[in-house]
């Protein structure tokens, strides 16, 4: 009797045994998948980061751009983000500058600069394409389009088009100058924009 009441207790201490392994086994287990988990949800919360700083840091240099502007000698206002649609506004979130070249021979060269009040599709702000300005200069040959607060875009000639390159830095520095643009939308009604910008250099476009 006594041996077969001992058995019994070894049996029932060896279930007992096994019942606590398990349970501490799946609280391991539960532990790791936890820390797993916490390890990848900060692995995709720093990656996230990383690629919402990318846009305008990768290509910049950490520049911060934007145009300063007067419309029709009114008060100056600044346009610090980038031209949603535009070239730039692939590699920066903020105002932003480069050449656009290529073609068939003789081909052609431009400098554009494009800026905004905010990276909203239609946002008012101003892009420049000034032909051949490869550097520092004084130009007077080149398009531009101002868009206005209510969304009407001004992009014909209706006044002087001058523009001064006075910085020209590599790509990650900075393009700085100053422009006297006059616009119309091909009536009698124009715009007169001038200002200076601070334009981000980003990649440069190159056409075939």
Not at 17 to 25: H, K, L, P, R
Not at 141 to 163: E, H, K, R
């Amino acid at each position: 009797m006594t041996a077969t009441t001992g058995g019994s207790g070894g049996a029932s201490s060896g279930a007992g045994q096994s019942t606590v392994a398990t349970t501490v086994q799946t609280g391991a287990t539960t532990t790791n998948a936890a820390t797993t988990n916490a390890a990848t949800t900060n692995a995709a919360t720093t990656n996230a980061a990383t690629n919402s700083v990318a846009i305008s840091t990768s290509a910049t240099g950490g520049c911060v751009g934007s145009l300063t502007v007067t419309i029709d000698n009114g008060a100056p206002t600044n346009w610090g983000a980038s031209c949603a649609g535009t070239y730039g506004a692939s590699y920066s979130a903020t105002a932003a500058g480069w050449i656009f070249a290529g073609g068939p021979p003789p081909g052609f060269e431009a400098l554009d600069i494009a800026g905004c009040a905010s990276s909203v599709a239609g946002s008012t702000g101003l892009t420049l394409s000034i032909t051949n300005a490869m550097g520092p200069g004084n130009y007077m040959m080149g398009t531009a389009q101002y868009t206005d607060p209510m969304g009407g875009v001004w992009s014909q000639p209706g006044g002087p088009f001058n523009v001064t390159v006075t910085a020209f830095n590599p790509v990650g520095g900075s393009i700085d100058g100053k422009f006297s643009v006059g616009l119309s939308k091909g009536g009698n009604a124009a715009h007169l924009l001038d200002g200076t910008f601070h334009a981000c250099h980003v990649v440069d476009e190159l056409t075939p």
